[in-house]
């Protein structure tokens, strides 16, 4: 407990004017285009540009635009609703959508000549029941337990999707897998996958189908490893900047912003923020940013965070709200209003994605996907 008589007063803080009181989003499609030339000159194959999860955080969209101009000819997104998204912005361009519930609206799908993951029977007759025409790559399970039909029933699949092709129902254009550790290239397990995969294909070639896309690699295999490559790389993290293998030089494409509300002076002792997790050391000045874990900084890095203030590297003090975060500015003056770079490409010393996603003990496609809805986005 702490008595109310312990607390240092509350010094002055000077507040910023209403107009400066709004994070910002920027995406640089100029990285992604960039992205998307050095992944594409790093294979022979078709190149697949993944914009799930609105194009990771950055603009489906946009991202479909820049990655189709640079170098991808399809698109993929997990659900049909993504696709159909995609469709209704204008966006002509083969899509495949690979992660469905039965019920999902595969009628529309078809309709707007979205392509379909098929993993397993149920999705098959589902499919089928849908209408005919569709486009569909039977997805197989290489090794990580997750989507994709077991092995034990592809040979099944691979029968009866044959069987509806020769009624005219669907049409077998592809064969999928995905990898699970292609971040370590040397991992064992990226051999078996891949032996897995070229069982599944021989296969499903066995039952007289006759796929041509042939697709097993995502950002980190595509990257580190031709032999992943068959017919075409899906390619999603890579656009925006993220290479889970750590081997080539991409570019983020985000910067987030947040202009100072306040700045309050305090002395040595101040207790700060929720649980008074943090105690000033010595006098200083605390500024707040409008910016909490419910627009996507992760309250995990409390305590180990920076931010960029006037060109300088700042410590995130105390835990991080919902809404609010507070930065130790030290003797410094700053302003009411002057911008925060809370992450960016990392050119002029803010924090990167990387970094916010080390301090966090995560990953970078988690941070760039969880920056909440509220915070307005701009594409540069
Ligand atoms: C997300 C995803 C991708 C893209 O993976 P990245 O590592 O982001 O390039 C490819 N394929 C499937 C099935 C995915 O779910």
């Not at 495949?96 to 149920?122: C, K, Q, T």
Request: aromatic share 4%; hydrophobic share 45%.
């Amino acid at each position: 407990m702490t008595a109310l008589s312990e607390l240092a007063p509350p010094a002055t803080a000077r507040e910023a004017r209403p107009a400066d009181r709004s994070a910002l989003l920027t995406v640089d499609l100029a990285a992604v285009a960039g992205n998307v030339r050095t992944i594409a000159a790093s294979t022979d194959a078709t190149l697949m540009a993944v914009l799930k999860a609105d194009g990771f955080g950055h603009g489906a969209v946009a991202v479909a635009e820049a990655a189709l101009a640079n170098g991808a000819t399809r698109l993929g997104v997990t659900g049909i609703g993504e696709a159909l998204a995609l469709r209704a912005a204008g966006v002509t361009a083969p899509v495949l959508s690979w992660l469905n519930p039965v019920s999902a609206p595969f009628r529309e799908a078809i309709a707007a000549d979205v392509e379909l993951a098929v993993p397993g029977l149920p999705h098959l007759n589902a499919v089928i029941q849908a209408g005919r025409g569709a486009k569909v790559h039977l997805q197989l399970d290489v090794g990580m337990a997750r989507d994709g039909a077991a092995p034990a029933d592809w040979a099944e699949l691979c029968a009866a999707a044959r069987a509806a092709e020769k009624r005219r129902l669907i049409r077998v254009v592809g064969v999928m897998g995905h990898l699970g550790c292609a971040d370590r290239p040397g991992d064992p397990c990226n051999a078996a996958s891949r032996a897995r995969f070229e069982w599944g294909v021989q296969t499903a070639r066995d039952t007289r189908l006759r796929p041509t896309q042939l697709h097993l690699a995502a950002t980190a295999a595509t990257v580190t490893d031709r032999r992943s490559h068959y017919s075409m790389v899906r390619v999603g993290a890579g656009l925006v900047g993220i290479d889970p293998s750590r081997t080539v030089r991409l570019r983020p494409a985000m910067t987030l912003t947040a202009p100072v509300v306040s700045v309050r002076q305090v002395r040595a002792g101040t207790l700060v923020g929720y649980g008074h997790a943090w105690t000033t050391p010595t006098a200083t000045q605390l500024a707040l940013l409008p910016l909490g874990y419910a627009d996507g900084l992760p309250r995990a890095a409390s305590g180990r965070a920076e931010v960029l203030v006037r060109g300088r590297r700042r410590p995130v003090v105390g835990a991080i709200s919902m809404d609010q975060t507070v930065v130790d500015l030290g003797p410094d003056p700053v302003d009411p209003g002057e911008p925060v770079t809370v992450f960016g490409p990392g050119d002029g010393g803010e924090p990167t994605v990387a970094d916010w996603a080390e301090w966090a003990g995560t990953i970078e496609h988690e941070i760039v996907t969880g920056i909440g809805s509220r915070v307005p986005r701009r594409l540069r």
